[in-house]
């Protein structure tokens, strides 16, 4: 099943947000996420709040959802409009999930129409959509490209046959790289494509073939992220019944190193711990924006969002979602309000992961000391740490986690 929500305070009702948070809007940058939580089948290790046809029943209806969408849309224009200035334009929209290309290329472009008609867009804004390999076709890729689509992230995360099985994946080892000559031959201006590694059975000679395949297409940004076995997923609990075995620590590294060392030799160079790209400009901006702290709102069921300082989140279930938005009201479960402790860890957090690092003076005494201490020990590069940022080593990548622990204490 889904993650759990987080715990939080009650909601207003009309959605309504603190003054202060509203304080210095447009300022930072802000986005548009939309959460699609459709899917054709559950993959195993998958714990996002996403749904099968059979799993919603009545409530599979995609047109319903797009009526709740719309509606949450223009009560977020309402509320970000209290505050007396204009409505922030989005300067980048993702639509993620879930299957966003189940959709089909006219209703994601009833999506961006209903962006653009409740917040304003960016005469530049980059706007991405996820899709799954198997549920796109030349015509999809035309078509969203015709709607406004600037970029598309398709879902390989290997070319081995064997491991997307495992996987419990659908698409054919070759059909994701199809996908990307597709989506560039449509005039997708950046094309992106998600890799897991460390899945059980997976080899170096797999994951190095997979890295092939993906410099192949030519693409110019790629996402590699390693296999967690996350709670309440088919595959943790084939895990625990001996079926799989628990991914080794050691071999994920291993392999992260490997996929670095491949990507950065065919001029694609990480920006984030999990995240490379051919030059600034493939860069997924829209990210960025949620390690530098920027504003977004949140759409569709499950989905999170954070103004200032304010970070709430959507209640789970499509069907619930629609009715509340359908009666007028919020479909916001909870939120909580980030003092400025809580903000300053969050950057921490966040932009320690980017290539740029994080500024000296976001830490604390002990922090800073903290900070001296792991350059010392291989994980911070001392010249940075010198003029004034924290920016990890290659091994200080590896142990991303361990070192934020270290400077929060």
């Not at 943790?236 to 050691?250: C, F, H, N, S, T």
Request: charged share 25%.
């Amino acid at each position: 099943m889904p993650a759990q929500l987080p715990t939080g305070e009650p909601a207003p009702a009309d959605g309504e947000l603190p003054p202060d948070a509203l304080a210095g809007l447009g300022e930072r940058p802000f986005g548009v996420y939309v959460h699609v939580p459709f899917c054709a089948s559950r993959c195993g290790y998958c714990d996002f709040n996403t749904y099968t046809a059979d799993e919603l029943g009545s409530a599979a209806d995609f047109g319903s959802w797009l009526d709740g969408l719309r509606a949450e849309l223009d009560l977020g224009a309402r509320v970000l409009a209290a505050g007396g200035g204009p409505v922030p334009r989005a300067s980048t929209v993702f639509v993620g999930g879930g299957t966003p290309s189940l959709l089909g290329a006219a209703r994601l472009g009833e999506v961006l129409a209903a962006i653009r008609g409740s917040f304003g867009l960016d005469a530049e804004a980059e706007i991405t959509t996820e899709a799954n390999p198997e549920s796109t076709s030349p015509e999809f890729f035309a078509g969203i490209r015709e709607a406004g689509f600037t970029r598309v992230s398709l879902g390989m995360q290997s070319a081995a046959e064997h491991v997307l099985r495992v996987l419990e994946r659908r698409h054919t080892p070759g059909r994701a790289a199809a996908a990307a000559a597709e989506a560039r031959a449509a005039g997708i201006e950046h094309v992106n494509l998600d890799l897991i590694y460390g899945t059980p059975g997976e080899t170096d000679a797999d994951l190095r073939a997979s890295l092939e395949v993906v410099l192949a297409t030519g693409v110019d940004h790629v996402s590699a992220y390693s296999l967690i076995v996350e709670d309440g997923t088919a595959m943790a609990r084939k895990v625990r019944r001996g079926e799989l075995p628990m991914p080794d620590e050691d071999v994920l590294a291993d392999r992260y190193e490997m996929v670095d060392h491949v990507l950065t030799g065919a001029g694609l160079g990480w920006y984030e711990v999990s995240n490379w790209a051919r030059g600034d400009a493939a860069r997924c901006r829209h990210n960025l924006g949620y390690w530098r702290g920027g504003d977004w709102w949140g759409a569709g069921p499950g989905a999170h969002s954070h103004v200032g300082g304010v970070r709430w989140w959507n209640v789970k279930h499509p069907a619930r979602y629609a009715a509340l938005l359908a009666e007028g009201t919020s479909p916001a479960a909870g939120r909580e309000l980030l003092d400025d402790e809580d903000r300053r860890i969050e950057r921490i957090m966040l932009e320690l992961r980017l290539a740029e690092g994080l500024p000296v003076d976001v830490l604390d005494e002990p922090g800073l000391l903290a900070a001296k201490q792991a350059a010392a020990d291989g994980l911070l590069r001392p010249v940075a740490l010198a003029a004034g940022r924290c920016v990890l080593t290659d091994r200080g990548r590896l142990l991303a986690d361990g070192v934020v622990q270290r400077l929060i204490g």
